[in-house]
C-alpha cells in the first residue's frame, strides 16, 4: 500500500471538491480523508494501489467541475489508520 500527504490549490473551497473527491476514492477503492484547510487549500491522505492512488492523483489535478486547481504537492506518508475515505 502506498500513501501520499496532498495539498491542493487553487479555487478549492466551495466547489464541491471534498466530496468529489470521496466520491471519486471509492470508486477506486483507495483509503484516507479529505479536509479544507484554513489557508483555501485542500489537504488529503490518500492510500492504496500505486495504480489507484495515480489514477487519484491525476483526477485531482482536475478537480470537479467548478473548481480551478492551480497546484498540488505530494508526499510519501504514513497509511491512514481506519477503512474507507472519509470527508473531514
Given at each position: 500500500m502506498?500513501?501520499?500527504q496532498v495539498v491542493i490549490r487553487g479555487r478549492v473551497q466551495g466547489?464541491?471538491?471534498r466530496e468529489?473527491?470521496?466520491r471519486e476514492a471509492t470508486h477506486l477503492g483507495v483509503q484516507g480523508?479529505?479536509?479544507n484547510r484554513a489557508d483555501g487549500a485542500v489537504e488529503a491522505l490518500v492510500a492504496g494501489e500505486e495504480a489507484?492512488?495515480?489514477a487519484l492523483l491525476s483526477a485531482c489535478r482536475r478537480g470537479p467541475m467548478l473548481a480551478r486547481v492551480d497546484d498540488i504537492t505530494d508526499e510519501f506518508?504514513?497509511?491512514?489508520?481506519g477503512p474507507g475515505f472519509q470527508r473531514r
Open positions: 502506498r500513501a501520499r466547489v464541491g471538491y468529489w473527491m470521496v480523508w479529505v479536509r489507484a492512488v495515480q506518508a504514513e497509511p491512514p489508520t
